[in-house]
């Protein structure tokens, strides 16, 4: 099962947030589940798969980002954490409910817990899509994406395995909203952690046809943040629209699309996703008048 955990706190005094508050919310969260299960806070944090979390940065009420600075005393804000399996939101929930969750430390500073939204994530039965769809993302914290090049090159490829030298893979920063990339990592989150059976090697291979296109974007911006130990990581923030080609319509694939931009606001996207990266929502809108691309 999905779930997300949205605190709400408050706190008496000046509450600094020196780095990326995104970093704040993570430490906070293994400091949750190392209270109920220290083993499985260990086997989550040096796991070498798709981590079975994500959270949010710091965030105001209406959910807009708050990455730095100082929150007020008496001001109430809020951070989502997300597990994305049962193991660790039972984990998680049970650490919630426990008498000391209700006093907490963020950044040093003490903060009461005032109370907790729990959303249950599930696919969506009925997606209504149609020729000429547009999908309308909003990317409201730092977002990257990696590009991993690999394997030997033509000519090696000639040459006799036991004679090629190892590759190492390269790995690519993509600070773009590059739909192949965005819509390929949310499909490798979902086949993990959503629907396991979902047809992933024909819906990437749709993507990269071009089955999703970027139309336009707006307020594009990038970022540069800064984690505890003073390493920088730069992410684009912003409003983009995403269209599927009328000539490579699927209605099977458009609706795993929208399932996949669903599945997004739990599961975040991106690079650094598990320190409040690549937080996302969206709405589907009608096609253009006119049948305009």
Avoid: C
């Amino acid at each position: 099962m999905v779930t997300a955990y949205v605190l709400r706190l408050v706190s008496a005094q000046p509450v600094p947030l020196d780095f990326f508050s995104g970093f704040a919310v993570r430490g906070l969260f293994f400091r949750f589940l190392k209270s109920f299960d220290s083993m499985l806070a260990d086997e989550v944090h040096d796991a070498r798969t798709l981590s079975p979390y994500s959270v949010s940065p710091v965030e105001t009420l209406a959910g807009r980002g708050i990455f730095y600075g100082v929150i007020q005393p008496g001001f109430v804000f809020q951070m989502r954490m997300n597990a994305l399996n049962g193991v660790v939101g039972d984990a998680l929930m049970k650490s919630l409910l426990s008498v000391d969750a209700s006093r907490l430390e963020l950044n040093g500073v003490e903060v009461w817990m005032r109370e907790v939204a729990v959303k249950n994530w599930a696919p969506l039965e009925k997606v209504d899509v149609y020729e000429g769809v547009r999908f309308s993302v909003r990317f409201r914290s730092p977002t990257f994406f990696r590009s991993t090049q690999k394997g030997p090159t033509f000519l090696m490829k000639l040459l006799p395995r036991r004679l090629r030298k190892p590759v190492r893979p390269v790995y690519r920063y993509m600070i773009l909203p590059d739909p192949y990339l965005f819509f390929r990592t949310l499909a490798r989150l979902y086949r993990q952690f959503g629907e396991p059976s979902f047809p992933y090697k024909s819906y990437s291979e749709w993507l990269l046809e071009g089955g999703v296109a970027l139309e336009t974007y707006g307020r594009l911006r990038v970022s540069k943040v800064y984690d505890d130990r003073g390493r920088w990581s730069r992410g684009f923030m912003g409003h983009v629209v995403f269209t599927i080609p009328r000539d490579l319509f699927d209605r099977r694939m458009a609706s795993i699309t929208v399932n996949l931009l669903e599945f997004a606001k739990f599961s975040n996207v991106g690079g650094n996703r598990t320190a409040g990266f690549g937080v996302v929502d969206y709405r589907v809108y009608p096609p253009r008048e006119g049948g305009e691309e």
